[in-house]
Nanobody, 115 residues
Framework: QVQLVESGGGLVQAGGSLRLSCAAS????????MGWYRQAPGKQREKVAG???????TYVDSAKGRFTISRDNAKNMVYLQMNSLKPDDTGVYYC?????????WGRGTQVTVSS
C-alpha cells in the first residue's frame, strides 16, 4: 500500500502561485501514473494533472499553460506548480498514484485563492 502526504497548500491572492508537493512512502520509479485531483465545495472531484512513469503529462483544460506537474523519482516526490491562480482553483487538492489495478490517495491539502 502506498501512503501519500501532500503539502504546500494555503491562502493566496488571485494571480499568485503555489507549489504543491506529494511525498510517497515507496519508490515511485515504476508507478504507472501519479497526479493531482481537486474538489471544490459542492462539486465533484476532478483530475487536474497527471504524469506517467515515462514523463508524459496531461492537464485539465483550465490548468493548461498555468500549472506544471513534475516528479522526482529519486526523492519519491510529485509536484504541482500552480501559477496565475484564480478563485476557481480553490479546493482541496489530492495526490494520487495508480499502481497496477490499485489507486491510492492522499488526505488532501487546501488551496484557497482570494479575489
Amino acid at each position: 500500500q502506498v501512503q501519500l502526504v501532500e503539502s504546500g497548500g494555503g491562502l493566496v491572492q488571485a494571480g499568485g502561485s503555489l507549489r504543491l508537493s506529494c511525498a510517497a512512502s515507496e519508490n515511485i520509479f515504476s508507478i504507472d501514473v501519479m497526479g493531482w485531483y481537486r474538489q471544490a465545495p459542492g462539486k465533484q472531484r476532478e483530475k487536474v494533472a497527471g504524469i506517467t512513469s515515462g514523463g508524459s503529462t496531461t492537464y485539465v483544460d483550465s490548468a493548461k499553460g498555468r500549472f506544471t506537474i513534475s516528479r522526482d523519482n529519486a526523492k519519491n516526490m510529485v509536484y504541482l506548480q500552480m501559477n496565475s491562480l484564480k478563485p476557481d482553483d480553490t479546493g482541496v487538492y489530492y495526490c494520487y498514484v495508480r499502481k497496477g489495478i490499485y489507486v491510492y490517495w492522499g488526505r488532501g491539502t487546501q488551496v484557497t485563492v482570494s479575489s
